[in-house]
């Protein structure tokens, strides 16, 4: 008995698909899950009823949209779990002389942020361990106004001390899809860019599409300090 032969799904977007995704993730400052933008292309009936398998026609449109940026000054990238786009990487390097000068942190602020990030949740009393002196309070207020470390509950020991861990805007800041794809320590200590001071949403991307090209952090500057970090002060660990 002869088989119905079925006609094959249509996966290649629509050029209105491609582009109004591409306005979505301009007009966003925070970048834009595969969620989203399969909402937005339902809402607006633009995927079609041959589509199977939605999932890989979102990723066909994000796939389009970086082909018609290659080459291009500005590019989106995966990043914090959505889409944004970023500087190209080769031209990054030949702005830092016409761009403002990023804010400097120092680096007691950036071994506080790399430990948090390499062994989150941790308290500050664990922080203090690894470091081996005390972390003044001045650098976690310096971490939280920059949005980069935010509580993450009470550790079940006496005192239920908080636990701490990065936010979605540190993901942001390195060009980090998820903390599965931290740099090697020496790399962080290097890297930090300037913190728009406004969390963003936590818009992880449910869809899991390919891997994208990961734009390197850049413009950061680390500065030694005059003397060793002091006592812990301020907001003590409950």
Known sequence: MQ????????????????RIVEAMIF???????ARAILGLLEGQGLIP?????????VR???????????????????????????????????????????RRLQRA???????????QPCTRAEIEEIRGV?????????????????????KEV?????????TPDFLRHFGLKSLNDLPRREELMGDMPTSPRRPAENTADLLAPHPAPIEEAEGVIVEEEASPAGSAGGLADD
């Open 3 to 18: 088989s119905e032969c079925k006609p094959p799904a249509q996966t290649t977007p629509s050029d209105e698909a491609v």
């Open 134 to 154: 005390s972390v003044n309070q001045n650098i976690l207020d310096t971490l939280i106004e920059e949005s980069l470390i935010a509580p993450r509950g009470r």
């Open 27 to 33: 007009a966003s400052t925070d970048p834009v899950s």
């Open 49 to 57: 009823d041959t589509v199977d398998d939605i999932g890989a026609y």
């Open 158 to 166: 006496p005192g239920r001390p908080v636990l701490w861990g990065t």
């Open 109 to 119: 602020t950036m071994e506080t942020l790399a430990i948090i990030a390499y062994h």
């Open 60 to 102: 066909a449109v994000l796939t389009a949209l970086v082909s018609r940026y290659e080459g291009r000054g500005v590019v989106p990238v995966e990043v914090a779990g959505g889409w944004q786009f970023r500087t190209a990487a080769d031209l990054a390097p030949r702005l830092t002389r016409v761009m403002p000068k990023p």
